[in-house]
């Protein structure tokens, strides 16, 4: 890589074997690869009300990367615990999140769609499933649901944005002033606040779902022969580093230096 400048760098599975001509990667026996999830800000292109579109973004449709990777990074560690778990810039516009726990390595297809499965069943491709229909065994990813996405959903809105959903404005704006000064929010305090009528229920439950729910790229997690972009590699297309993110509450794609910063 020092000889030949490249503009991309990734890193796959382990293998028994190096790759060659004669035995390609499809051949070869397949020996590890971390756990990882990809975050990309045009998974939500159908669902972004700020105006950006593909490549770009603004602070506002960030918070939907930095939302996701949050819920992710904690369903990790409290469900499944899981202890290293890390984020990375991915060098343009979303986040990589790496399950370094060494068991992780070896898990095959089957134990990483399980995982999967648990963390999209209630937003994935093909179905949006009401909040209220969550299984008990799903108790954690509930709550969560209430203390992050629900949260984030309630206090972005406007009284007007609550109103289309039959709240009454005065309602709407009491709801998003207590769900703003409010620290812990969860299930309990969502059933005090939101007016007790199925029908609004139901729609504020299935909006912030398919508004703010993590949008995973499945296959990224799913194929263990996948190969993903070096941390701290340089982004071809944009110069950005893809550096290790130390607070993704605070993280935004302008502040990770370029690789020309970075040589200055
Ligand atoms: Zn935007």
Known sequence: ???????????????????????????????????????????????????????????ECWSLVQDAAI???????????????????????????????KITQDFDQAQRVAILNYLTFIHDEKRTQSLEEIP???????????????KSFLEKSTPKQLKELGISLNKAESIIQNVQSSDNFDHHQYNIIIPNDTLVR?????????????????????????????????????????IVINDLKKFYPDSAPTIWESLM
């Open 136 to 150: 008990d065994e799903a108790k954690p990813l509930r709550n969560r649901i209430y203390s992050l996405v629900a």
């Open 202 to 242: 139901r729609k504020l439950s299935s909006e912030l779902v398919l508004r703010r729910y993590p949008r995973i790229d499945r296959k990224v997690t799913m194929d263990t022969r996948r190969v993903s972009r070096i941390p701290y590699s340089v982004h071809g297309s944009t110069g950005q580093i893809a």
């Open 1 to 59: 890589m020092i000889n030949n400048a490249v503009k991309h760098a990734y890193v796959g599975a382990i293998y028994e074997t190096p790759p060659s001509r004669e035995s390609p990667i499809q051949k070869i026996k397949w020996k590890g690869r971390e756990f990882i999830f990809d975050i990309d800000i045009d998974e939500y292109d159908l669902v972004r009300t700020c105006g950006c579109e593909g490549y770009g973004y603004c602070k």
């Open 71 to 101: 819920f992710i990074d904690e369903t990790m560690r409290e469900d499944f615990g899981f202890k290293e778990v890390i984020w990375i810039f991915s060098g343009r516009r979303g986040v990589h999140g790496w399950v370094m726990d």
